[in-house]
C-alpha cells in the first residue's frame, strides 16, 4: 500500500494527474430537493463521468502512478461494478493489462461496461456472492502473478483520487459548501473529501449516507474499528460492503462526519423521483446520497451539495424498485387471506372492503385446503397510505379471515 500521506495536498496532486482524464462533472440546482429541506440543494453529477461513476478518479490516479515494472506485472481490482469500469478505463489510457472480480451480483449492464472499457486490455471474473468474496479472489490472484492490486477504497491512492470532487465542487462555486453529502460503501469517497475539505475548509459540514442493510462503516464507528456484517442487504450493489476499510475507517475516525443509515426502500423513492422529474438515471448508491435529505435537516437557506454518485442501473431491475418504493412509503401490502368458496366472494370483497382508489395487484391462490375455504396471497395497492388501518378494519369486519405479510418475514423476501 502507498505511503502516501491521506492530506489536502494528496488530493490536489490526484487533481493535477486526472487533469484532461476526468470529465469535470456538473453542478446542478435541485428545486425539487431544495423545496423540501428549505436549503439550496445542488446535484454534483458524477453520473455523467465516462464510466457514469467517480469510481474513474481513484482508478486513474493509482494506476497511472505504477512504475514500469508494475505496469508490465498488470493489474487486478475487486468491484461491485462501477470500480471495474473505473479500472478497466484506466488500463485502457494508459496501455495496461488487468483482470477484474465482480461478485455474482453485479448486474449484468456493468459486467459489458467493465469488458467494453476495457477495449480488449481486461479480462472479467465472475466469483463469489458479494464485494468481499471478489476482493478475496482478487489477492489470491494477485499473490499468484505479481500484479498489482488497485483497491476500490481502502488505499490512500484512491482515496486522494475520490477526493477530487470535493475540490471540483469548491472551485465550481467558488467557495466551499455549508454541507456536503457523500454516499458511503467502503468509504472511499468520504475521507477523500473529509482529507480535502477538513484542511482546506474545516466549515463545511460532511455528511454520510449508509444503505441500512450494509452499514459498514457505521457498524465500525460504534465498535471503534471495522468489524464485519453478520448479514448484508445487497440490493444497493455499489455501496454493500460486509467491511468498511482500514484506511478509510482512520480517516472517518479523524474527521467525525455525520452518518444515517438509508432505508433501501427510501433510496427506490429516490431513484423513481430522480427519474420521473429531473430525468437523471441513477443507480441505487447513486441515488443514496439524495435518499439521506429528510433523514437530517440542513439550515434554512443553506447551500448543500449532494454527490450523485453513479448511473449505472440496469433497466431490468426497475420493477423491483418500484415495489420497494411502494412498501416503503406503505402503500403496498400483502395479506394471506381465506376466501370463502361460494359464489361472489371476490366480488364482495372487492366492493365493500377495497377502497375506490386501492387496487389489487398481486393474487394467487396457495392451495386448497378444504372445501370450505380457499387461501390466497393478495397484494394490494393503496391509493393512500393512511387509509391502511381502514382496511384492516373493513377485512376484520368481512367474513374472511387473513394474516399480514409482515415485511421482516422471511416469506416476504419472496415477493420483494
Same mark, same amino acid.
Given at each position: 500500500?502507498?505511503?502516501?500521506?491521506?492530506?489536502?495536498?494528496?488530493?490536489?496532486?490526484?487533481?493535477?494527474?486526472?487533469?484532461? #482524464?476526468?470529465?469535470? &462533472? @456538473?453542478? +446542478?440546482?435541485?428545486? =425539487?430537493?431544495? %423545496?423540501?429541506?428549505?436549503?439550496? /440543494?445542488? *446535484?454534483?453529477?458524477?453520473?455523467?463521468?465516462?464510466?457514469?461513476?467517480?469510481?474513474?478518479?481513484?482508478?486513474?490516479?493509482?494506476?497511472?502512478?505504477?512504475?514500469?515494472?508494475?505496469?508490465?506485472?498488470?493489474?487486478?481490482?475487486?468491484?461491485?461494478?462501477?470500480?471495474?469500469?473505473?479500472?478497466?478505463?484506466?488500463?485502457?489510457?494508459?496501455?495496461?493489462?488487468?483482470?477484474?472480480? #465482480?461478485?455474482?451480483? &453485479? @448486474?449484468? +449492464?456493468?459486467?459489458? =461496461?467493465?469488458? %467494453?472499457?476495457?477495449?480488449?486490455? /481486461?479480462? *472479467?471474473?465472475?466469483?463469489?456472492?458479494?464485494?468481499?468474496?471478489?476482493?478475496?479472489?482478487?489477492?489470491?490472484?494477485?499473490?499468484?502473478?505479481?500484479?498489482?492490486?488497485?483497491?476500490?477504497?481502502?488505499?490512500?491512492?484512491?482515496?486522494?483520487?475520490?477526493?477530487?470532487?470535493?475540490?471540483?465542487?469548491?472551485?465550481?462555486?467558488?467557495?466551499?459548501?455549508?454541507?456536503?453529502?457523500?454516499?458511503?460503501?467502503?468509504?472511499?469517497?468520504?475521507?477523500?473529501?473529509?482529507?480535502?475539505?477538513?484542511?482546506?475548509?474545516?466549515?463545511?459540514?460532511?455528511?454520510?449516507?449508509?444503505?441500512?442493510?450494509?452499514?459498514?462503516?457505521?457498524?465500525?464507528?460504534?465498535?471503534?474499528?471495522?468489524?464485519?456484517?453478520?448479514?448484508?442487504?445487497?440490493?444497493?450493489?455499489?455501496?454493500?460492503?460486509?467491511?468498511?476499510?482500514?484506511?478509510?475507517?482512520?480517516?472517518?475516525?479523524?474527521?467525525?462526519?455525520?452518518?444515517?443509515?438509508?432505508?433501501?426502500?427510501?433510496?427506490?423513492?429516490?431513484?423513481?423521483?430522480?427519474?420521473?422529474?429531473?430525468?437523471?438515471?441513477?443507480?441505487?448508491?447513486?441515488?443514496?446520497?439524495?435518499?439521506?435529505?429528510?433523514?437530517?435537516?440542513?439550515?434554512?437557506?443553506?447551500?448543500?451539495?449532494?454527490?450523485?454518485?453513479?448511473?449505472?442501473?440496469?433497466?431490468?431491475?426497475?420493477?423491483?424498485?418500484?415495489?420497494?418504493?411502494?412498501?416503503?412509503?406503505?402503500?403496498?401490502?400483502?395479506?394471506?387471506?381465506?376466501?370463502?368458496?361460494?359464489?361472489?366472494?371476490?366480488?364482495?370483497?372487492?366492493?365493500?372492503?377495497?377502497?375506490?382508489?386501492?387496487?389489487?395487484?398481486?393474487?394467487?391462490?396457495?392451495?386448497?385446503?378444504?372445501?370450505?375455504?380457499?387461501?390466497?396471497?393478495?397484494?394490494?395497492?393503496?391509493?393512500?397510505?393512511?387509509?391502511?388501518?381502514?382496511?384492516?378494519?373493513?377485512?376484520?369486519?368481512?367474513?374472511?379471515?387473513?394474516?399480514?405479510?409482515?415485511?421482516?418475514?422471511?416469506?416476504?423476501?419472496?415477493?420483494?
Amino acid at each position: 500500500m502507498s505511503r502516501v500521506t491521506i492530506d489536502a495536498r494528496a488530493v490536489e496532486q490526484a487533481a493535477e494527474r486526472l487533469a484532461g #482524464v476526468v470529465t469535470r &462533472t @456538473p453542478l +446542478q440546482f435541485n428545486e =425539487r430537493l431544495s %423545496a423540501a429541506t428549505g436549503a439550496s /440543494v445542488w *446535484l454534483k453529477r458524477e453520473d455523467l463521468q465516462p464510466v457514469r461513476s467517480y469510481k474513474i478518479r481513484g482508478a486513474y490516479n493509482l494506476i497511472s502512478q505504477l512504475d514500469e515494472q508494475q505496469r508490465a506485472a498488470g493489474v487486478v481490482c475487486a468491484s461491485a461494478g462501477n470500480h471495474g469500469q473505473g479500472v478497466a478505463y484506466a488500463c485502457a489510457r494508459l496501455g495496461i493489462r488487468g483482470r477484474i472480480f #465482480v461478485p455474482a451480483t &453485479t @448486474p449484468r +449492464q456493468k459486467r459489458q =461496461r467493465i469488458l %467494453a472499457l476495457g477495449e480488449g486490455l /481486461v479480462e *472479467l471474473a465472475v466469483t463469489g456472492d458479494t464485494y468481499d468474496d471478489a476482493a478475496e479472489a482478487a489477492l489470491r490472484e494477485a499473490g499468484r502473478t505479481g500484479a498489482t492490486v488497485v483497491p476500490a477504497f481502502d488505499d490512500v491512492r484512491t482515496i486522494a483520487g475520490q477526493g477530487t470532487v470535493a475540490l471540483e465542487i469548491v472551485e465550481q462555486f467558488g467557495s466551499a459548501p455549508d454541507v456536503l453529502v457523500a454516499p458511503v460503501g467502503g468509504g472511499g469517497m468520504i475521507s477523500g473529501c473529509l482529507a480535502y475539505l477538513g484542511e482546506r475548509h474545516p466549515g463545511t459540514k460532511v455528511v454520510g449516507a449508509e444503505p441500512s442493510g450494509a452499514a459498514s462503516m457505521i457498524s465500525a464507528v460504534a465498535a471503534g474499528g471495522p468489524v464485519e456484517l453478520a448479514s448484508l442487504d445487497t440490493f444497493v450493489d455499489g455501496a454493500a460492503v460486509r467491511r468498511a476499510g482500514d484506511v478509510t475507517y482512520r480517516v472517518v475516525e479523524r474527521w467525525r462526519p455525520a452518518l444515517y443509515p438509508v432505508p433501501e426502500g427510501r433510496i427506490c423513492s429516490e431513484m423513481l423521483a430522480l427519474y420521473q422529474i429531473e430525468g437523471i438515471v441513477t443507480e441505487p448508491a447513486g441515488a443514496l446520497a439524495a435518499a439521506s435529505l429528510g433523514l437530517f435537516q440542513p439550515e434554512p437557506g443553506q447551500t448543500v451539495v449532494v454527490i450523485v454518485s453513479g448511473g449505472n442501473n440496469d433497466v431490468s431491475r426497475y420493477a423491483e424498485i418500484l415495489e420497494r418504493s411502494l412498501v416503503y412509503e406503505g402503500r403496498k401490502h400483502y395479506f394471506l387471506v381465506n376466501f370463502p368458496q361460494e359464489p361472489g366472494a371476490l366480488r364482495r370483497f372487492l366492493d365493500e372492503v377495497l377502497g375506490p382508489d386501492d387496487d389489487i395487484t398481486h393474487f394467487e391462490y396457495v392451495k386448497r385446503s378444504n372445501r370450505e375455504t380457499g387461501p390466497a396471497l393478495v397484494g394490494i395497492e393503496l391509493g393512500d397510505p393512511a387509509s391502511f388501518g381502514d382496511l384492516l378494519m373493513k377485512m376484520d369486519a368481512s367474513p374472511i379471515t387473513f394474516e399480514v405479510v409482515a415485511s421482516d418475514s422471511p416469506f416476504y423476501r419472496f415477493l420483494v
